[in-house]
């Protein structure tokens, strides 16, 4: 069974602190992404990654950053946490595409509030 | 990019009646269509996907269809029942299977409510 799992359920920072978002995968799956979710905006790509130190924008980047750094291990990185960046973030992990992968399989969610 | 519409925001049906969502893609190059289902508090999950080179596929109650042509697809929910509430969305994407990840762009989602 496939478990991508997010190191906090719920966060709570002030503006202008650096926030990490830790994300870990146990399926050896090569693309890790990072989503937020808001209402009436569904799931929004922010970064994603396709190996190892390997990194692409995705729609949202603006205001964050990622690493990768192990296979396994994806961080999302706030440089300095605005109001505007209050919401939930989902990871997700999939296999590459030679492997057959296309379904992205979903961390709980971190809810990160910013205030 | 790739840009995909989903309708209604909201659908609200009695138990046991079906259920239409819709979605639109721009993007002609989109070859992958998957539905994820979240229900309250938790994560979003796959529940069914089509490839463009098929025009239906069925699982039990759930059904998707695709029309290239017109670049819209549809999920199919029949015989609804109350665990079927959740926030359902569409996505599309290039599927690359010679190497790479496909990247997701997703619809902004319908909350459906199955009422008793």
């Known amino acids: 069974d496939v478990k991508v799992t997010q190191s906090s359920r719920y966060l709570v920072k002030r503006t202008g602190e650096k926030v990490f978002l830790e994300c870990v995968q146990d399926m050896d799956h090569e693309n890790m992404f990072w989503y937020r979710q808001d209402p009436g905006l569904g799931l929004r790509l922010i970064y994603f990654?396709?190996?190892?130190?390997?990194?692409e924008k995705g729609d949202i980047p603006e205001g964050y950053s990622v690493s990768r750094e192990k296979k396994e291990r994806f961080s999302l990185i706030l440089e300095s946490a605005s109001t505007n960046q209050t919401s939930m973030y989902l990871c997700a992990s999939s296999l590459d595409g030679a492997r057959g992968g296309d379904i992205q399989y979903f961390g709980a969610g971190t809810r990160l509030s910013v205030l | 990019g790739e840009n995909v519409e989903q309708h209604p925001s909201t659908l609200s049906v009695q138990e046991g009646d079906s259920a239409v969502i819709k979605c639109t893609y721009s993007?002609?190059?989109?070859?992958?269509f998957p539905w994820y289902k979240q229900e309250l508090g938790k994560r979003p999950q796959l529940i069914i996907d089509i490839r463009s080179n098929v025009g239906e596929k069925k699982d039990q109650r759930i059904a998707v269809t695709l029309n290239k042509t017109a670049k819209h697809f549809s999920l199919h929910i029949t015989e609804t029942q109350p665990e079927d509430s959740a926030v359902y969305f569409c996505?599309?994407?290039?599927?690359?299977?010679?190497?790479?990840?496909?990247?997701?762009?997703f619809g902004t989602g319908t909350q459906l409510k199955v009422e008793l």
């Open positions: 993007d002609s190059a989109s070859n992958y």
């Open positions: 996505a599309a994407s290039i599927s690359i299977l010679t190497g790479g990840g496909n990247k997701l762009t």
């Open positions: 990654s396709y190996d190892v130190k390997m990194k």
